[in-house]
């Protein structure tokens, strides 16, 4: 990912984020470095997904600094951010319905303005992703299951240095939270992953490190068996039955 070794793919120094009188987040300090698998856990309201709209160009911070691959975020548009690497995906599919999977996939490829991927990484991914034998089929029409990894065919074909997943396994069966967390290990040999995830079998199978938001401030970052054992984060956030 042509990073020094010691330098984080993505920074944050003291980034804050406002709404009226009320922190979203509240002088946060985050690293990330390449082939890192990071997640991300708190309650609902707690500042994630404030977290990766900031970062994503979606929200102006109130201060701080952002820096990923070496460059400032400050004042980048998502398009920017994506062609310096950094997609993401939303809670909700964020798809085409009316169009085929094989139309949505070709919208995503005109969003990479230069080095578009090859066409051997190209098949590759649709392989990878059983997306060949849906190709002609609308959108909305496929699973939600199949929806998902269209999304992730979506980044992919962006290049990603690093990929934000906003709970990727929500309204998932179990046998395809299965093959999704299987699919997101294996995704690990492509780029890096940030991972918001309410299912902690996700965080623990998955994330080489995790990072706790309660209100808006970050309580504690470490590995997930020190974080999952934490028992300011058993109080707030992940109750008795995970003590």
Not at 12 to 18: A, D, M
Not at 98 to 108: E, F, M, P, T
Not at 132 to 159: C, G, H, N, S, Y
Not at 217 to 238: C, F, H, M, S, W
Request: hydrophobic share 45%.
């Amino acid at each position: 990912m042509n990073q020094p070794i010691n330098t984080p793919l993505l920074s944050v120094k003291e980034l804050s984020l406002r709404f009226g009188g009320l922190y979203a987040l509240n002088k946060i300090n985050f690293q990330m470095h390449a082939n890192e698998t990071l997640g991300m856990i708190g309650p609902n309201g707690s500042g994630k997904s404030s977290f990766v709209n900031v970062l994503t160009g979606h929200f102006t911070p109130l201060c701080g600094e952002m820096v990923f691959a070496d460059q400032s975020m400050l004042g980048k548009s998502s398009n920017q951010l994506v062609e310096m690497g950094l997609c993401r995906t939303y809670q909700a599919v964020r798809i085409f319905g009316n169009l085929s999977v094989q139309k949505n996939i070709d919208i995503a490829r005109l969003l990479l303005v230069e080095n578009a991927i090859s066409s051997d990484q190209y098949s590759q991914y649709l392989d990878w992703l059983k997306l060949t034998p849906i190709l002609t089929k609308l959108a909305k029409d496929i699973t939600l299951f199949e929806q998902r990894k269209l999304e992730l065919m979506m980044r992919l074909v962006l290049k990603p240095k690093l990929l934000m997943l906003d709970e990727p396994v929500g309204g998932l069966a179990t046998s395809e939270v299965n093959e999704m967390i299987q699919l997101l290990k294996e995704l690990k040999a492509y780029c890096s992953i940030f991972v918001i995830e309410h299912t902690m079998r996700v965080i623990k199978e998955l994330a080489d490190r995790v990072v706790v938001l309660i209100a808006g401030e970050k309580i504690a970052d470490g590995p997930p068996t020190e974080i999952l054992t934490n028992q300011r984060v058993i109080n707030e956030y992940l109750g008795s039955a995970h003590a």
